[in-house]
């Protein structure tokens, strides 16, 4: 179906960002480092409700894993007045 191609030096990601869903960013980033992955840091939460690490493709383009966790109360808060404000 498909027939061999040239292959192209590797470019720059250039300002492209990618973020993937995953059930677990900590189980994740441990088998993606045992794997010998390029990671920027561990996996952090995030007040507006994410886990999440970034791992690099050869190319150097990031690729967020994010798990999904519970929103911090503080940062709602402050989204729906900043919300109700412009509205």
Known sequence: LMTPRETFAAVPAGGVWVSVGVASADAEYERLAAA?????GKPEDRP???RCFVVRDPNG??????????????FMRTQNQLTHAAG
Do not use: K, P, V, Y
């Not at 010998?36 to 920027?40: F, P, T, V, W, Y």
């Not at 383009?61 to 503080?74: C, R, V």
């Open 36 to 40: 010998g992955a390029r990671l920027d």
């Open 48 to 50: 507006w409700g994410e």
């Open 61 to 74: 383009f990031g690729i967020n894993l994010s798990q999904t966790i519970a929103m911090d109360e503080a």
